[in-house]
Nanobody, 124 residues
Framework: QVQLVESGGGLVQAGGSLRLSCAAS????????MAWFRQAQGKERDFVGV????????YYADSVKGRFTISRDNAKNTLYLQMRGLKPEDTAVYYC?????????????????WGQGTQVTVSS
């Protein structure tokens, strides 16, 4: 089992940058593929991107490709989401999620563990 805690959200102007972190508990962080999702108010929780256990595979949603970068530091049990060129439509609660093993899927139903989320608000 793994527990996840996101941080780094906040209010930023359009065009700005923000880096989110997701701290994982336990000693098995390297066993999990990790993903970011986001949920805007009144909408579904959407896939942002995923990184496999060693970071060897990365996939992004088309809406964030070229602007967002996912990385992980396995020594620190931490997942990151670097966001650049932020737009008002990026406003959402951002969640990290984990699934054991090698996995690159984008369905929220396939992830077993979730953090509590961190709010990102982009003003125009």
């Amino acid at each position: 089992q793994v527990q996840l805690v996101e941080s780094g959200g906040g209010l930023v102007q359009a065009g700005g940058s923000l880096r989110l972190s997701c701290a994982a508990s336990g000693r098995t962080f390297t066993s999990y593929s990790m993903a970011w999702f986001r949920q805007a108010q009144g909408k579904e929780r959407d896939f942002v991107g995923v990184i496999t256990q060693s970071g060897g595979s990365l996939y992004y949603a088309d809406s964030v490709k070229g602007r967002f970068t996912i990385s992980r530091d396995n020594a620190k049990n931490t997942l990151y989401l670097q966001m650049r060129g932020l737009k008002p439509e990026d406003t959402a609660v951002y969640y990290c999620a984990a699934r054991r093993g090698y996995f690159t899927g984008s369905s929220r139903n396939d992830y077993d563990y979730w953090g509590q989320g961190t709010q990102v608000t982009v003003s125009s």
